[in-house]
């Protein structure tokens, strides 16, 4: 059974263009064996940004070698799993700031990325990452597009050996009907489905 991590960084919920996109690539995955897909919504979750006594907290514990502390869980679930979906829409010419903050939890020395004196080195068991995103413009080829741009260079931190961004592109231009855009999204991500 192969781990999948679903990260759901939608943040309007029921109305976000990008859930559609994520759950009908999902719902493709549940009806193929041998996935066992976990949920982890982040609107859902206390994720709080590292400063002052969290971030103090942080590095007493690993000076410690305390990695298997409950604030470290987040580190620990992504970095077993064996494949990634994350969801999130396209602000700010990235994402939501709550990816962010999760990413920064999850960014530990030690469970999802090692150091030596040669450098950094990835420890996630993940062989792909999946980032499913929709945006009102079209940044389908624009040096302002950074989420995935930053998702991808992280893949290489973390050791994550594959990368693949589907996104459904000027939502927002009335240049065609949105349902249009979201269906040929919907077909690209599901090309993805075989092998991963």
């Not at 700010?92 to 080195?121: H, M, Q, S, W």
Request: proline content about 4%; aromatic content about 10%.
């Amino acid at each position: 059974m192969v781990k999948v991590l679903y990260i759901d960084c939608c943040i309007r919920r029921e109305q976000s263009r990008t859930r559609i996109l994520a759950e009908a690539f999902l719902e493709a995955l549940d009806s193929k064996q041998g996935y066992q897909v976990e949920r982890l919504c982040l609107m859902d979750e206390p994720l709080a940004p590292l400063s002052a006594g969290f971030f103090a907290q942080r590095e007493s514990l690993l000076a410690e070698n305390r990695r298997d502390h409950p604030r470290f869980r987040y580190a620990h679930q992504f970095s077993q799993a064996e494949r990634v979906i994350v969801a999130a829409p396209f602000w700010d010419l990235a994402f939501p700031a709550l990816l962010k903050l999760y990413i920064e939890n999850i960014c530990v020395d030690g469970i999802t990325f090692g150091a030596d004196e040669r450098g950094t080195f990835g420890l996630c068991k993940a062989k792909r990452l999946l980032f499913l995103t929709t945006r009102g413009g079209d940044y389908s080829n624009s040096p302002l597009e950074m989420g995935a741009r930053y998702l991808e260079a992280l893949c290489e931190f973390w050791g994550i050996l594959r990368f693949d961004v589907v996104a459904a592109d000027g939502l927002d231009l009335g240049l065609e009907p949105v349902e249009t855009i979201l269906d040929r999204a919907i077909k690209d991500a599901l090309k993805l489905i075989e092998g991963f």
